[in-house]
C-alpha cells in the first residue's frame, strides 16, 4: 500500500491487535480471493533511516515466512514501535507471530455472524 487513505482506512475500518515489538491491524477486502497488500509504518521515533530502513527489511522477510494466513483478502499495516530498533530478528520473528495469531481471531470473530436469539 502507498496511499495515506489506504492506511486510514484499514486503521480505522479493521481489526488490530498490538505486541510488545510491533501492531498489525487488517481489514477485509470485499473479495476474499484478492490479493492481500501490506503497508509498513516505520516513523522517526524509530531511529535514523539506516535502522528504519533494516526494520522494514526484517518485517518484509517475516511477511514471506509467515504472512500466509493474510496472503489473499486483506488490507494489513505493520507499525513498529521504538522498541523494534532495540531487538533482534528472532524476537521481532516471535512478537509478529503472537501478534498475529491474536488478530486471526479478531478477524475471525468478525467474519462469524453473530447467532440469532429470537
Not at 15 to 21: E, H, N, P
Not at 64 to 89: C, T
Not at 92 to 110: E, G, H, S
Request: proline residues 4%.
Amino acid at each position: 500500500m502507498t496511499r495515506a487513505y489506504e492506511f486510514a482506512k484499514v486503521r480505522s475500518d479493521g481489526a488490530s491487535s498490538a505486541g510488545r515489538l510491533l501492531v498489525l491491524s487488517a481489514a477485509a477486502l470485499p473479495d476474499p480471493a484478492t490479493e492481500s497488500r501490506f503497508g509498513i509504518i516505520c516513523t522517526k521515533k524509530v531511529g535514523n533511516a539506516v535502522l528504519r530502513n533494516l526494520l522494514r527489511r526484517r518485517i518484509r522477510e517475516i511477511l514471506r515466512q509467515h504472512g500466509a494466513p493474510l496472503a489473499s483478502g486483506y488490507h494489513v499495516v505493520v507499525i513498529l514501535r521504538w522498541r523494534a530498533a532495540e531487538a533482534d530478528y528472532a524476537h521481532l520473528d516471535k512478537d509478529f507471530r503472537k501478534t498475529l495469531l491474536r488478530l486471526q481471531t479478531q478477524l475471525n470473530a468478525k467474519r462469524t455472524p453473530a447467532p440469532c436469539t429470537a
